[in-house]
């Protein structure tokens, strides 16, 4: 039996992609373009070493839609930017900032321009790849060692064999007749498609290595150690600073924490003196036998903080002898006082603490009243220490302050700072309120209803003064609210109250019958 003997494959033709043409300037290959566009050809490109003016024209590229399609993004960033905010604050957890409303647009427009930036910027990128088929590893015009001076001094024009007009043979006589310097096929590139054996075992070794760090911050993360960490980057981990409470030789005392430098004035401590600015008549609490009165009127402090903390300069209480007093190191023990204990001194004497009291007979102590020098109502107790609920309160707003201007300015101020506590009718009722009362984690102090009895008897010198240093739990606004604004503030909270306990009398007698009780 005869064996057939295989013949062999005539290897196929390689694929045509097109016809390339070369130019020696911009103006044959702006002709040349032309031509190819007026005999219907679209699927066209031209490779220049540098932008040339008209040949978008001159090939007939349409404009491309992804202005369209980045104007749309742009705007889907602009509205989930919208949406997303409406939803969190005026939503889900409605939160007043500021004295805005929760659903405040123009506070909303910065995030959304940001987004609508963000959108379109990747809309942009990610678009310009998708409709120009990129990313592209290899093209067939790259088979063509003539290529190389596109980016040099020579000028390309291809036509893909995928135009819906190509033809192999009509092409080539169309570009031949615009005199390029040269014209060739583009052909299949005949290399091996395979990705070559050095390239995948380099391709690997990178992945494994890539492993490395994550191996490697696992380790870390997982592990113990009681030796000092491995600090890659220091950032701010070690600088050259002592902390407080440390020692040095730079300064004589040895000590890091310096002390405060004579005659300065810590932020937030300056207190003026006067009536405006306390909400009480200091002149009245300077009179008071007390020293502690006397320099709750110099600092303008509540005395909860200023008790137990003397400073330079502030006369010693009256329970306790001037150490150098001559007369109390001459008296010998077990005689019998014959004169008062000396009062502190206030702002207004000049009598030196360490003065020696004269002698006086009982009798001229006995015939002198003991309160003489001081109010009916001494807001001083016994120990020294004042008494906020009797000392001398503004009962009346100040000059300028009960006005319809400053009532407005009381409602924006009040609803700013106060209302997310104390609520925006002064219940006690704000948003704050609210969540610490559903976390229920104990240690919250509710606010005072500002309706209270005991709220609505103070004077309106004494909430100013809350306002101003606090109480309790809550801080001082001075260093965020001015007094002409804590007054306003004032003023409102005695228009809520008066609001909520108002009578048929107070109401003008022409609109009584507008409420229908004339």
Partial sequence: MAHKHKTKKEPAAPKSFGWMAEFVDEQQLLVAARKLRDSGYTKTDAFTPFPVHGIDEALGIKPTILPFIVLCAGMTGTCTALLLEWYTNAFDYPYIISGKPFASWPAFIPVSFELTILFSAFTTFLGMLALNGLPKFSNPVFTNPRFDRATNDRF???????????????????????????????????????????????????????????????????????????????????????????????????????????????????????????????????????????????????????????????????????????????????????????????????????????????AADAAKPADAAAPAAAPATATGEVNLDTLPWLTDFPEGVATEANMARGKQRFEIYCGACHGITGDGNGLVAGRAAELAQGYWTPPTSLHDAKIRQQPVGRIFHTITNGKGKMGGYSSQINAEDRWAIALYVRALQRSRNAKIEDVPEGERAALGNP
Avoid: C
Wanted: charged share 20%; aromatic share 8%; no cysteine.
């Fill in 156 to 362: 390309f024009l291809y036509v893909d064999s995928k135009d819906r007009y190509y033809n192999r043979d009509a092409v080539h006589k169309l570009l031949k007749d615009t005199h390029p310097e040269s014209l060739e096929e583009v052909l299949e590139d005949e290399s091996s498609a395979d990705i070559p054996q050095p390239i995948w075992m380099g391709i690997t070794t990178l992945a494994i290595f890539s492993l490395i760090p994550l191996a490697a911050i696992y380790l870390i993360r997982e592990s113990r150690s009681e030796e000092p960490r491995f600090h890659i980057f220091l950032d701010m981990d070690f600088q050259p600073k002592k902390k407080s409470q440390q020692t040095t030789t730079i300064f004589a005392d040895g000590r890091v924490t310096r002390p405060q430098v004579a005659g300065t004035i810590a932020r937030g401590q300056y207190a003026p003196t006067g009536s405006y600015y306390l909400g009480y008549d200091p002149e009245k609490v300077a009179s008071l036998e007390s020293a502690k009165a006397t320099r709750f009127v110099t600092l303008g402090q509540p005395p909860a903080e200023t008790a137990g903390s003397p400073e330079e300069g502030t006369p010693p209480a009256p329970q306790e002898p001037a150490p150098t007093a001559p007369a109390a190191e001459a008296k010998p023990t077990g005689t019998p006082a014959t004169t008062p204990a000396p009062a502190a001194p206030t702002a207004t004497e000049a009598t030196p603490a360490t003065e020696p009291a004269p002698a006086q007979p009982p």
